[in-house]
């Protein structure tokens, strides 16, 4: 990991680099390799700086987190001005069979300007992000690529399913117009994957 990572209480999983043995000693829940030290396990970070040992702290054995840099899917259960609050139910292709709490700011939307959290997404929409920390257990999301965004959302005045069209997202069944920030990948068998995160 880069410098600036190296602290305690981080998220690691199994074969994340921790380390070199000139800086560090391999502790409990991790091993070396080729003068690297990797996590053993799934968990957290713990740095000993006195005696310059890192070890692992194992969270969970076999469950799925999201990790800096994961892909995700997530239900945007709230949205404010500046920003929006995410159910992740999905890791890479790995439906989680609970929910970590995922928080997009309005920074985090796009690489050009963005003046409102509602022109991006609406509570409901299903939506693909890329984890970008996971400081104090939070997960801040970032949909800034080019391939992420909302994959499906409803109408929000008559709950069909909206597709893209000239002026934004259209409603076939009652014309409204809305608009989102919409991923390459929108409409694209999502159904599937809500029924599996819901069952
Ligand atoms: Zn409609």
């Known amino acids: 990991m880069p410098e600036s990572e190296r602290k305690s209480g981080l998220f690691v999983v199994p074969g994340d680099r921790l380390g070199v043995i000139e800086e560090f000693t391999s502790g409990p829940g991790t091993y070396v390799e080729g003068g690297t030290i990797h996590s053993k396990v799934t968990g957290c970070t713990l740095l000993d700086m006195l005696n310059k040992q890192v070890s692992v702290y194992p969270l969970v054995k076999s469950a799925t987190v999201p990790q800096v ?14 920003n929006a609050v995410l159910s992740i139910f999905k ?7 609970g929910f970590f709490k995922g928080m997009l700011h309005i920074s985090g939307v796009s690489h050009g300007y963005v003046d409102n959290m509602f022109n991006v997404c609406k509570a409901g929409d299903i939506m693909k992000a890329k984890v970008i920390s996971t400081e104090n257990r939070s997960f801040f999301l970032s949909t800034a690529d080019n391939d992420l965004g909302v994959v499906h959302a409803l109408c929000s005045i008559c709950g069909h399913v909206l597709q893209p069209g000239n002026r934004g997202m259209g409603c076939s069944n009652c014309g409204n117009n809305e608009r989102r920030k919409t991923s390459p990948d929108y409409g694209k068998d999502i159904t599937r994957e809500v029924e599996q995160s819901e069952s």
């Not at 899917?73 to 709230?78: F, G, H, Q």
């Not at 890791?91 to 069979?97: A, F, H, P, R, Y």
């Open 91 to 97: 890791v890479g292709d790995k439906t989680l069979s």
């Open 69 to 82: 840099g994961s892909i995700v899917t997530a239900m945007v259960s709230d949205v404010k001005n500046k």
